[in-house]
C-alpha cells in the first residue's frame, strides 16, 4: 500500500498569510503512460463532507479560487494558500488514486492565528 | 447539479448485517465510477471501495479493513448505489459518503450517513 505522509499535522497562519501543506507518498504516483501524478487534494470544513481542490497534482476544480495551487511531482507534493482567508479554516487531505487501495493522508488542520 | 444522497445508516450490534443506498442525480450515472469513503468520529477519511462502470465490467476493489464484508454493487437503472456491510465491527463506526468518481479522483461528495457499531 502507498502510505501518504502529510506534515504538519497542523497549522496556524494569519489572514493574508502564505500558507504551505506538504503530503509525501511512499512510492511515485506518477503514471508513466500518461505523465500524470494520480494526486488530488481535499478541503473538508467542519460538519462538512470533503470538497476536491486540486488533481493530477496541479489542476484546481472548477470554482476553486486561484489563491490554491498544488504542485510536485513523484513522491513530493505540495498544497499551497497564496493568501490566507478566513473561510479557509479546514482540514486538508492528500489522496494519492494511482494503485489500490486508495490511500489519504492523516490530515492537515489549518487555522488562523 | 449533481446530488447524491446517501441513507441507510443506523445503530447495529456488532456481527450485525446494513445496507447502504446513494441515490445519484444531475449526471449520467452509468457512466461514472463511484466510491464509498468513511470517516470514524474526530478522524481522517479512509477509502472503503470503488465500482467501475458497467462498460468497465462494474469491477470492485475494496480496503483490507472491508474485503469479504462489504460488497459494492450499482443499479444503474435506478441511478443508486449500494453498499452492503455484513460482520459489523465497532472499528467500522463512522460517517459512510458516497462519491462521484468521473475523473479518478473523489468529485462529488453526499453529505454522509452515520452508520454507528455498538452493543
Known amino acids: 500500500d502507498i502510505v501518504m505522509t502529510q506534515s504538519p499535522d497542523s497549522l496556524a497562519m494569519s489572514l493574508g498569510e502564505r500558507a504551505t501543506i506538504n503530503c509525501k507518498s511512499s512510492q511515485s504516483v506518477l503514471s508513466s503512460s500518461n505523465n500524470k501524478n494520480y494526486l488530488t487534494w481535499y478541503q473538508q470544513k467542519p460538519g462538512q463532507p470533503p470538497k476536491l481542490l486540486i488533481y493530477w497534482t496541479s489542476t484546481r476544480e472548477s470554482g476553486v479560487p486561484d489563491r490554491f495551487s498544488g504542485s510536485g511531482s513523484g513522491t513530493d507534493f505540495t498544497l499551497t494558500i497564496s493568501s490566507l482567508q478566513a473561510e479557509d479554516v479546514a482540514v486538508y487531505y492528500c489522496?494519492?488514486?494511482?494503485?489500490?487501495?486508495?490511500?489519504f493522508g492523516q490530515g492537515t488542520r489549518l487555522e488562523i492565528k | 447539479e449533481v446530488q447524491l444522497v446517501e441513507s441507510g445508516g443506523g445503530l447495529v450490534k456488532p456481527g450485525g448485517s446494513l445496507r447502504l443506498s446513494c441515490a445519484a442525480s444531475g449526471f449520467t450515472f452509468s457512466d461514472v465510477s463511484m466510491s464509498w469513503v468513511r470517516q470514524p468520529p474526530g478522524k481522517g477519511l479512509q477509502w472503503v471501495g470503488r465500482?467501475?462502470?458497467?462498460?468497465?465490467?462494474?469491477?470492485?476493489a475494496y480496503a483490507a479493513p472491508v474485503k469479504g464484508r462489504f460488497t459494492i454493487s450499482r443499479d444503474d437503472s435506478k441511478n443508486t448505489l449500494f453498499l452492503q456491510m455484513n460482520g459489523l465491527k465497532t472499528e467500522d463506526t463512522a460517517v459512510y459518503y458516497c462519491t462521484a468518481d468521473p475523473i479518478g479522483a473523489h468529485r462529488n461528495w453526499g453529505q454522509g450517513t452515520l452508520v454507528t457499531v455498538s452493543s
Open positions: 489522496q494519492q488514486y494511482y494503485s489500490i487501495p486508495i490511500t
Open positions: 465500482i467501475k462502470t458497467k462498460t468497465d465490467g462494474e469491477t470492485t
